[in-house]
């Protein structure tokens, strides 16, 4: 499972205030909550230190009997600077260098000060004043990542005001077009330029729904107002400028998430999945996007590929992204979960993301293989020497069982590739192909369709969209967690890959097998009651015999479900029995095989030699006499599939 609510703790402040990590001490956060609270809390101690500026208890009071106004979510700011200095905003600014044992106001009341929006909070029958209701506040605070000492502020009621002296001078840079009144949701200096912020304003108490979105490159002398793509009715909470493109913007909005590729000149929606929900605030951390909802947190993995999607890609037909590395890495398994109110961990694997210009026309329903096979869209991976470790394909590969089969039902099987117009997003588990399908094998251990991981290096990855290809590299990264030393993981690998192909090789043999019987009954049955035909009926029905035995030493055909295996019927579990485990064993772990799997594999190999000679030897003895007297007759000769 992902993670759950046993994965959170409660780490300080109350149900809607803000909080910040302490950058000079891991495992120390800062929370707050109405009436200007904010505690200090150690991790794996227990501690909350109230650390506020006045602890004042100002429950069923107007905001106009305090000392000083905080809004319920007063904003709460670390240095990007100095790791001991933290921000907290009430109507004025404070500061501490001592983890809240001192605080210092660092500038005058900052807000519009309009005494008639301060009043005690209610009608003539309830009245309700918790912190919420509380006006005239600083409601974002950031100090600028390009210059210590710069800080932007902006209030609840439409200002934003900026000092370049750490708060000895203050200067009003409220955008002439920014609403009065309204509610500055975000302020956020460039991380490169000290001269250049973005500004979002809420409207909506002001009974306007329109996004509102600033620039700044002078320090707020002019602004210059942004939105081009953006709704016209949806309302804004957030920008943030990519902390490796200054021209990349994400902002959150009422409905969804935009982005920019210049600077904020127009926007596009990077909704993908995510439902209509408000995206209150976005962080940029370890190349991912983390959104903060009214009702949950999203990430969207690996932003490498958006990074890279300059105009001129748009015009292609295609183009594959270079993808981030992944680690290689195994999750342990918990029986104690409850699976109930756990959020989906992010895929396993390497992100690939891919560029189609135009839309892919779905497969009709009644299409052929070959009217499947032409259309399709693939992606090969390679490793290092060029040797082919995985396909994947638009098609989608059917699944070994049905929907009803008594031991293994599966859903239909979805392709691994998606077609759709623009971007596009897969995930590639750095696992091999698995073994060659036996359709309808029935085993009681192992699953011969779980390849096993790809060793750590570089690999080649080589999209085809009608008849086109197009390369990247991409990495896989060794678990540093791993117990064993990287000889070890190959020999770990390198036996998986030995079992696969041992099935490769079995299952190939079954179905010569199985193609030679079919076609030696399909000869007995048409020469039956031809006198002339007397000596090929014998040795028809030698060879289908032969092929019944080869094919018993091979694997369980009568098995219809599991437990006829395990019942013994026939002789209980044979040889492709004996590789599954194997194959599937050695991949729970990167350790290299025992010395139990080693003896075991050189005995199944040595079995599968024994089976194959049996093969060979029917088709050099029984099979060319029968071929022989098919041919005297005139009747066509037995066709083996090829790699047998």
């Not at 780490?11 to 505690?39: K, L, M, Q």
């Not at 292609?316 to 109930?340: C, G």
Request: net charge negative.
């Amino acid at each position: 499972n992902g993670p759950g609510t046993a994965d959170f703790s409660i780490v300080g402040g109350g149900e809607a205030g803000d909080f910040v990590y302490d950058r000079g001490a891991p495992g120390h956060i800062y929370a707050g909550e109405y009436s200007g609270y904010i505690s200090h809390y150690q991790e794996n101690t227990g501690n909350f230190r109230n650390i506020s500026i006045y602890p004042r208890n100002l429950s069923g009071h107007g905001a106009e009997d305090g000392r000083y106004r905080f809004q319920w979510t007063a904003p709460i700011a670390a240095s990007p600077h100095d790791p001991n200095t933290l921000y907290h905003g009430a109507n004025v600014l404070f500061r501490t260098t001592d983890r809240g044992t001192h605080w210092q106001a660092i500038s005058p009341d900052l807000t519009r000060n309009d005494k008639t929006r301060q009043k005690w909070s209610g009608g003539p029958i309830t009245g309700d004043n918790t912190g919420v209701e509380v006006y005239d506040t600083i409601f974002s605070v950031a100090e600028s990542p390009a210059a210590a000492g710069q800080i932007w502020i902006g209030t609840d009621d439409g200002l934003v005001q900026l000092t370049r002296d750490g708060g000895q001078n203050w200067n009003n840079v409220t955008p002439p077009k920014l609403p009065a009144w309204s509610t500055v949701e975000t302020v956020e200096p460039s991380r490169r330029d000290a001269g250049t912020a973005y500004v979002v304003a809420d409207a909506r108490r002001l009974n306007d729904e329109r996004p509102y979105l600033f620039r700044t490159r002078d320090f707020g002398k002019i602004w210059q107002a942004l939105g081009n793509g953006l709704p016209a009715d949806e309302h804004l909470y957030v920008v943030r400028e990519d902390p490796t493109d200054p021209n990349l913007l994400y902002v959150g909005s009422e409905r969804g998430l935009y982005f920019s590729r210049d600077a904020g000149a127009s926007f596009q929606s990077l909704r993908g999945n995510l439902p209509a929900l408000n995206v209150a605030d976005i962080e940029i951390k370890h190349d991912d996007l983390i959104l903060g909802t009214r009702r949950g947190i999203w990430i969207l993995d690996d932003i490498s590929a958006l990074r890279a999607f300059t105009p001129a890609i748009k015009i292609e037909a295609t183009h594959l992204f270079a993808p981030r590395p992944a680690h290689r890495f195994r999750t342990d398994a918990r029986w104690d979960n409850d699976p109930h109110g756990h959020a989906d961990n992010a895929p396993m694997g390497l992100n690939i993301t891919y560029w189609l210009k135009d839309k892919r026309k779905d497969p009709a329903p009644d299409a052929t293989p070959a009217m499947l096979d032409a259309g399709k869209i693939t992606l090969e991976i390679l490793d290092a020497q060029g040797q082919h470790v995985r396909t994947l394909t638009s098609v989608p590969i059917p699944n070994r069982y049905s929907q009803d089969d008594p031991d293994q039902p599966q859903k239909p099987a979805k392709p691994e590739l998606t077609m759709d117009q623009g971007l596009n997003r897969i995930q590639w588990d750095l696992r091999y192909d698995g073994a060659t399908r036996l359709e309808d094998a029935k085993i009681d251990a192992g699953d011969p369709d779980h390849g096993p991981m790809a060793l750590p290096g570089v690999y080649t990855l080589k999209l085809t969209v009608d008849g086109r290809s197009t390369t990247s590299q991409a990495e896989i990264l060794a678990d540093p967690r791993t117990p064993v030393s990287a000889d070890e993981l190959r020999q770990n690998v390198n036996f998986s890959l030995q079992a696969r192909s041992a099935l490769n090789r079995l299952t190939a043999d079954i179905t010569a097998v199985r193609a030679i019987r079919d076609q030696a009954g399909d000869l007995k049955q048409r020469t039956a009651g031809n006198a002339a035909a007397g000596n090929l009926q014998k040795i028809a029905a030698a060879v289908i015999g032969q092929c019944d035995l080869l094919e018993n030493r091979m694997h369980n055909p009568d098995a219809k479900v599991v437990y006829d295996v395990l019942a013994g019927r026939d002789g209980g579990a044979k040889l492709y029995a004996q590789i599954a485990p194997l194959f599937s064993d050695i991949q729970s772990s990167d350790y290299a095989p025992t010395q139990g799997q080693l003896d075991q594999m050189t005995e199944n190999i040595a079995d599968l030699k024994s089976v194959e000679d049996g093969l060979a030897g029917l088709r050099s003895g029984d099979l060319a006499r029968l071929e022989a007297d098919a041919a005297a007759l005139n009747l066509p000769r037995v066709i083996v599939p090829l790699g047998r």
